[in-house]
């Protein structure tokens, strides 16, 4: 069941080495034996070549290279996924750790503004009972 072959697309040398390796060890080497004495062209021996391949072998090899390659995949998915679950286990551990702090922080902040509020309404009252005196003083002054 082979199809005629357009003779408007030509197979470059390059595109034959490059399939090469996929037909070499599926395809009958039987066709590349010339009886004559003159070479072939390079795309009558390819197609010589394609109608001596076994294409079920080619499928199934095509077929276990997709599905080794699909397993691969999974495997990589796998441990993409892993990755991901340490990553989110790591940055909610620095988010507790941050609020933590924040919080330790503002406790900190707190506790320093009520030392500095009662140590400035002491030094009020200190001023207070300090003018309270020189009034009392004046006042004593002024009576005599």
């Known amino acids: 069941m082979t199809r005629p072959m357009d003779p408007a697309s030509k197979i ?5 080495n490059r399939y090469r390796p996929l037909t ?13 004495g003159t070479p072939q062209p390079q795309t009558h021996r390819l197609l010589e070549n ?3 391949c076994d294409w079920e072998q080619l499928e199934k090899r095509y077929t276990d ?13 796998s441990q993409v996924t892993e990755l991901l679950e340490i990553f989110m286990a790591w940055s909610h551990v620095t988010v507790q750790q941050d609020e933590t702090r924040a919080f330790k922080r503002f406790k900190t ?3 320093h503004v009520g030392i500095s ?28």
């Open 12 to 16: 470059s040398d390059e595109d034959l």
């Open 24 to 36: 070499t060890n599926l395809c009958r080497d039987d066709h590349d034996k010339v009886t004559t």
């Open 50 to 52: 394609l109608e001596g």
């Open 65 to 77: 290279t997709m599905q080794h390659y699909r397993e691969a995949e999974a495997g990589i998915r």
């Open 109 to 111: 902040q707190t506790q």
């Open 117 to 144: 509020e009662d140590g400035l309404e002491s030094k009020k009252k200190h001023y207070t009972e300090v003018v309270k005196a020189f009034e009392s003083a004046l006042a004593l002054l002024d009576h005599q």
